[in-house]
């Protein structure tokens, strides 16, 4: 069996990056991409630097694979299914065919938790339209002054609805299922910024007049945009199954350098910390793969 220098899993924004990092360091790699990379939600990214005018998620990704190729790195649409150790080396398992690597570079992102009766078609309609939400650090400019609704409740829901109110007057704080449930504290801090608080549950998302509306306990409501705080899944299972640490909010644990407690595994982007910035996840991509590219050149001498 042929041994990769690194296999990457993962090819958002952070495994791309590391992609085009590792093929211009001469390295022989393989990125595995199952297609499900967050960045392909963006309609017009505008924090991201260097694009002033903004710009598609799915462009930025086209980019990327595109520069990554240049350099040739193989990316491959398939879905890892388990990785474990072997010796010195790591075995990436794809159903029933496995590859075997020096490194790994585990960047497999998080999943949101969208709303409950949100079908993958209207899903998908809404954030095209800017109209569904996930991210208030990237775009919370972009609903300044607009009628907004955060779905959620709690501890998240609150902290969600107190940093889009930076942005904004008018808004609601929507309980997914029934009454909130929410502490003196939260009630507090909602009542002193002016947040509205409805009762759930939500159903019936349609479009109307250019407007997100759904049922609420309350009746039907409408808004210019909605952000559903309901958590997310963060992708660490395969660093677990390859006998990873993980924190408490199953975030994968990494040093200064972006390696894991398992030596030669190494993890980038929000699978590390959910902070959902796409330079977030290049830079720590960029130490990472500079890492990797170290630790093989102590194994052997890396020469032309």
Same mark, same amino acid.
């Given at each position: 069996m042929n041994v990769d220098d690194c296999i990457i899993v993962g090819a958002g924004p952070a495994?791309?990056?590391?992609?085009?990092?590792?093929?211009?360091?001469?390295?022989?790699?393989?990125?595995?991409?199952?297609?499900?990379s967050r960045a392909s939600w963006i309609p017009t990214s505008h924090n991201h630097a260097g694009f002033p005018d903004g710009i598609n998620g799915n462009e930025l990704l086209e980019r990327m694979r595109d520069q990554a190729a240049r350099y040739g790195a193989l990316r491959e649409p398939r879905h890892v299914t388990d990785l474990r150790r072997d010796?010195?080396?790591?075995?990436?398992?794809?159903?029933? !065919? !496995?590859?075997?690597?020096?490194?790994?570079?585990?960047?497999?992102?998080?999943?949101?938790?969208?709303?409950e009766g949100m079908d993958d078609q209207f899903h998908a309609e809404a954030l095209g339209r800017g109209l569904l939400r996930y991210c208030p650090v990237c775009d919370g400019y972009e609903v300044t002054d607009k009628r907004v609704a955060v779905i959620?409740?709690?501890d998240h829901g609150t902290a969600e609805a107190q940093f889009i109110r930076t942005y904004t007057?008018?808004?609601?704080?929507?309980?997914?299922?029934?009454?909130?449930?929410?502490?003196?504290?939260?009630?507090?801090?909602l009542d002193e910024a002016g947040i509205a608080r409805v009762a759930g549950p939500c159903s019936g998302y349609a479009i109307e007049n250019?407007?997100?509306?759904?049922?609420?306990?309350?009746?039907?409501?409408a808004f210019d945009s909605i952000y559903p705080a309901l958590g997310s899944l963060v992708r660490s299972g395969l660093a677990v199954s390859c006998g990873a640490e993980v924190s408490e909010q199953d975030c994968v644990l990494v040093d200064d350098h972006l390696e894991t407690s398992v030596p030669g595994l190494f993890a980038a982007g929000d699978v590390v910390?959910?902070?959902?910035?796409?330079?977030?996840?290049?830079?720590?991509?960029?130490?990472?793969?500079t890492t990797i590219r170290n630790h093989l050149a102590r194994e052997r001498p890396l020469r032309r």
């Open positions: 495994g791309l990056t590391a992609a085009i990092y590792l093929a211009r360091y001469h390295l022989a790699i393989r990125m595995f991409d199952c297609g499900t010796g010195d080396h790591f075995i990436v398992r794809c159903d029933d !065919e !496995e590859f075997r690597a020096r490194t790994v570079l585990l960047a497999t992102g998080v999943v949101n938790n969208r709303p959620g409740t709690a007057a008018d808004l609601t704080l929507v309980s997914p299922h029934g009454d909130h449930d929410l502490s003196v504290q939260c009630s507090q801090a250019g407007r997100i509306a759904f049922d609420t306990g309350t009746g039907r409501m910390i959910g902070l959902d910035q796409i330079s977030h996840a290049m830079g720590q991509a960029g130490v990472a793969a």
